[in-house]
Nanobody
Framework: QVQLVESGGGLVQAGGSLRLSCAAS????????MGWFRQAPGKEREFVAG???????YYADDVKGRFTISRDNAKNTVYLQMNSLKPEDTAVYYC??????????????????WGQGTQVTVSS
């Protein structure tokens, strides 16, 4: 069992930056693919970024070049650096862990564990 706790959300003006963190419990963090998802009001939860066990990274098209996912296995933490934020980035952001799959997935069902989410609000 893995517990995930997100932090770092908040209110920021358009063009600003935030760094989200997701701390994981347990001793096997390095064996998980990790992902960030987001859910805006009235919309489905969607993939934002993923990082493999070996550090390969993947991004949704609308955040590519603005967001950076990284991980620190010594700290059991995954990060999402978000730059050049836009009002349409406003959402609850969730981190997720995948212990089963060979490749990093972009689908919700690929992930076994989820955090409770952190709110990001970007004002115009």
């Amino acid at each position: 069992q893995v517990q995930l706790v997100e932090s770092g959300g908040g209110l920021v003006q358009a063009g600003g930056s935030l760094r989200l963190s997701c701390a994981a419990s347990g001793r096997t963090f390095s064996s998980y693919h990790m992902g960030w998802f987001r859910q805006a009001p009235g919309k489905e939860r969607e993939f934002v970024a993923g990082i493999s066990r070996t550090g390969n990274t993947y991004y949704a098209d609308d955040v590519k070049g603005r967001f950076t996912i990284s991980r620190d296995n010594a700290k059991n933490t995954v990060y999402l650096q978000m730059n050049s934020l836009k009002p349409e980035d406003t959402a609850v952001y969730y981190c997720a862990a995948d212990r089963r799959n060979y490749n990093v997935g972009r689908e919700l069902y690929a992930y076994d564990y989820w955090g409770q989410g952190t709110q990001v609000t970007v004002s115009s």
